[in-house]
């Protein structure tokens, strides 16, 4: 919704309720919105504008952000639904409120639901054949005999052939049509009913007959039952797939029995419809009497119409309610499912861009392959591509010294110093190669690394890479990435659609519009985060630079390649479109080395040079010989230097930049070394100690690469000595980690990990879940529950215990 259509006193209500919600002061959120609203990114806002937001980081910006469009569009959703109310001349000032008070875009949608415009229902066909006396008579005195009642309510068709009621049993199954649908559209009723099935209903799965062996990749599932509230990410993720992939039934049920069900007498008193509850509870107990054989008992609690109101609660149970309620739950399961899987993929995503790069060094990249031979990539210190080839060391040419000496010799013409390996289909036999070769070679003093490969394909045969190599054979310009990925991951991946990185659960099943802005942030944030150096970036690299667009970035490296390079920061103003607010929000993410000025080298903002200048002033010292000179910085007090724009904050940022500026927040680089001789599932064995590196972590574990095309899991329960609630206080994505085998499943193509120091315990189970990198190479996408919930066997959903259900919720919530 446009900020400029909110009305002020609407408006002050999304502040108020955004700074409750992140326990924040309100001039903060003002200050923020403010600041979002003119254009502002997350990144600069979090860097730059820290005395204006009260120094709120960019996990609390991004999560303001999200709430304000959400509430925002609730603003918008609300007064759609009382224009639409009032326009029909149903808008009370009761409905007013309740609407004006509703905090949820599914309560709004609860409360519209009556007025919503649709097709002729049954309910309104019996009304309109005046059957709503007879209804509501039944439901105000129990004691009527309904068949009795129903004989007055009879009638002809009228001359159209409508409106007749030919019967008795047409004119209650009329009455309990409007019935039905006046329970089923009560908005107290239904979030009565939605919180009590969400923390005690149960979801239960069932394989289809004849679906066993299609479905094998869910045989945990099969039999399966588990509370929904309780229900992790990952498993909910499982069963939806499943049961689209037409494996799968899938049935929302209450676990709890019928007594549990029916409403506790006072409940019923301060409800103040104690008729129905009463009819409800009393056709209970009849039919439990006459089950036991005590029909005398039966007939002297339940009046005559109890049995008639009662099965209009259970059909309306049947037919309206659980249906709807089944919908609307899966859906809430799935949507928190995918919040969480979006979460997590962003979080791994954040951590593989963040890698430790190789830094400015020649690299030899290889992209394995058998029959079609590996493809050879050369690139310089600065990632240009200065060589490119083909070898066959492998089947069918078997050509292992040739391959050797053409690899010696490129490494020798360009002073290589790192062979990347990709880690695809032949990688090992491949890294074979590459340790003859240094075996071979040893004054090359070359290093060699496996490197995920992940998207490299998409690259290749991407409209970038084509502009990029226009003469290069797609087979090669995958291995052009590989090495480059060595060198600078976060530059090489940022051309690379981040859902094809490999680092998700079931990305393919998620909200694809939340995944793409989660991992669009989570892009936008590291390279921000990092910094870019404008003379050597990519297109793609700069239009993740805050406040740049594609349009722009593009235009940045055309100027540059027709004009040399930047100078200054101050130059960058000359480069077409690039606007004064472009500028304002890209300046101090983008770094000028060996320019015209020092500080156009580090992540101070030139808005802030003249605070530089005070500083630099004040020790008599030019910006080169402050710059990094930790003595004389550490003596400086930040308040000294503050104005009315820079408080503390600023202040401070910049005394620390000029002690260490442009500095990489990076780690330092490191690489893991896979055993030789273990190249495949048949060489593990229970107990090795190996050496591997996290690929992707999810909430139950992590997926490790030791080497042998298949990734195994760690599970959360052999990450640490100590107990471990959240895997990523363990690992990250990237990171180079020592573990046991505890298990290998050859079948089903499944490691069990551990971490621990003592490994070996507890092995059997720790494979479960490795299923769930459903999209990930190759790997298996059909998860086990091997930390899942109870099994079925308690509990199948009966129509007397949605009945009572019904009952329960009509007592708490209508009131007459």
């Known amino acids: 919704m446009d900020a400029r259509k909110l009305d002020p006193a609407t408006a002050a209500r999304i502040v108020a309720r955004i700074a409750e919600e992140l326990s924040i002061r309100p001039q903060q959120v003002t200050a923020t919105v403010e600041l979002i609203d003119g254009g502002a990114t997350v990144p600069f806002i979090a860097r730059y504008r820290k005395e204006v937001t009260g120094g709120l980081d960019d996990t609390q910006l991004r999560t303001l952000d999200e709430r304000l469009v959400y509430l925002r569009e609730l603003e918008e959703r609300r007064a759609a639904i009382v224009e639409s109310i009032a326009g029909q001349g149903k808008l009370t000032d009761a409905l007013a409120a309740q609407i004006a008070a509703a905090g949820t875009k599914q309560r709004l949608e609860d409360l519209y639901l009556p007025y919503k415009p649709r097709r002729r229902t049954k309910g309104q066909i019996a009304k309109e054949a005046g059957l709503e006396p007879l209804a509501d008579a039944l439901v105000a005195d129990p004691t009527l005999d309904p068949q009795a009642e129903a004989q007055k309510y009879l009638r002809a068709p009228d001359e159209n052939g409508e409106h007749g009621v030919a019967d008795p049993k047409a004119a209650l199954d009329g009455a309990r049509d409007i019935l039905a649908e006046r329970f089923a559209e009560r908005a107290d009723v239904l979030d009565a009913l939605r919180e009590r099935m969400w923390t005690e209903g149960w979801i239960a799965a069932k394989v289809y007959e004849g679906k066993e062996a299609e479905g094998e990749k869910f045989r945990d599932y099969f039999d399966h039952a588990e509370p929904i509230a309780q229900v992790p990410s990952h498993r909910a993720l499982a069963l939806f797939r499943g049961r689209q992939q ?325 130059s960058l103003k000359q480069v077409p479109y690039f606007g004064d607010k472009a500028f304002e929000q890209a300046a101090g993410f983008l770094r000028i080395r060996d320019g015209e000025n020092p500080l156009d080298a580090s992540a101070v903002h030139p808005e802030a040079y003249p605070v530089v200048q005070r500083i630099l ?53 490191v690489t893991a070394s896979f055993q030789d001789g273990v190249e495949d599932l048949r060489d593990l064995r229970e107990g090795m100690k190996l050496q591997g590196v996290v690929t992707n972590v999810a909430n139950f574990g992590a997926f490790v690469d030791i080497g042998v095309h298949q990734d195994g899991l760690v599970h959360i329960s052999e990450l640490a000595d100590r107990f471990v609630k959240d895997p990523r206080e363990v690992v990250k994505a990237g990171q180079v980690v020592s573990v046991t085998v505890l298990e290998v499943d050859v079948t089903r193509k499944r490691i069990a990990l551990s971490m621990k120091t003592g490994a070996g315990a507890g092995r059997g189970a720790r494979g479960a879940e490795q299923g769930a990198r459903g999209e990930s190479r190759g790997k298996a996408s059909g998860p086990r529950s091997g930390d899942s919930g109870r099994r079925s066997g308690g509990g199948g959903q009966s129509g007397n215990a949605g009945g009572t259900l019904l009952g329960d919720a009509l007592a708490r919530a209508l009131k007459r």
């Open 246 to 570: 037409g494996v799968l039934s899938l049935k929302l049920q209450l676990e709890a029995s019928l007594e549990a069900q029916l409403p506790h007498p006072n409940v019923v008193k301060l409800a103040g419809i104690v008729r129905l509850a009463e009819s409800v509870r009393n056709a209970a107990r009849a039919a439990a009497a006459a089950k036991a054989g005590g029909a005398d008992a039966a007939s002297a609690v339940a009046r005559p119409a109890d049995a008639w109101l009662a099965e209009a609660c259970r059909w309306c149970w049947r037919v309206k309610l659980l249906p709807h309620l089944e919908t609307e739950l899966f859906g809430r399961l799935r949507e928190a499912a995918e919040a969480e899987a979006i979460k997590v993929f962003g979080a791994n995503l954040k951590d593989l861009l963040l890698a430790a790069p190789a830094g400015p060094r020649a690299v030899i990249g290889l992209d394995p392959g058998i029959r079609t031979g590996v493809k050879v990539a050369v690139v310089d210190a600065t990632g240009k591509l200065v060589d490119a080839a083909t070898i066959y060391p492998h089947e069918p040419r078997r050509d292992w010294d040739g391959s050797i000496a053409a690899l010696a010799n490129l490494a020798q013409r360009h002073k290589v110093e790192l062979v990347a390996i990709g880690n695809g289909t032949a990688s090992r036999e491949t890294d074979k190669l590459a340790a003859d070769l240094i075996k071979r070679h040893p004054e090359l003093r070359l290093r060699k690394l496996v490197v995920s490969e992940a998207g490299a394909s998409v690259y290749s045969a991407s409209e970038l890479a084509a502009k990029e190599f226009p003469d290069l054979d797609v087979s090669l310009r995958g291995a052009v990435s590989i090495a480059r990925r060595l060198q600078d991951p976060l530059a090489e991946l940022v051309k690379i659609d981040p859902k094809s990185i490999g680092v998700g659960q079931y990305q393919h099943d998620v909200n694809q519009r939340a995944l793409a802005r989660q991992l669009d942030a989570a892009v936008e944030d590291c390279v921000n985060a990092v910094g870019v150096d404008v003379n050597t970036a990519s297109a793609p690299l700069l239009a993740r630079v805050s406040g740049l667009t594609g349009t722009v970035a593009q235009r940045v490296v055309d100027f540059r390649d027709a004009n040399g390079a930047f100078a200054s920061r101050e």
């Open 617 to 669: 002033e004040k020790v008599a010292r030019s910006a080169k010989e402050l710059i990094g000179n930790r003595e004389v910085l550490r003596k400086l007090e930040p308040k000294a230097f503050t104005d009315d724009r820079f408080g503390e904050p600023t202040v401070r940022d910049i005394l620390t930049e000029l002690e260490k500026p442009g500095r990489d927040p990076r780690g330092e680089f």
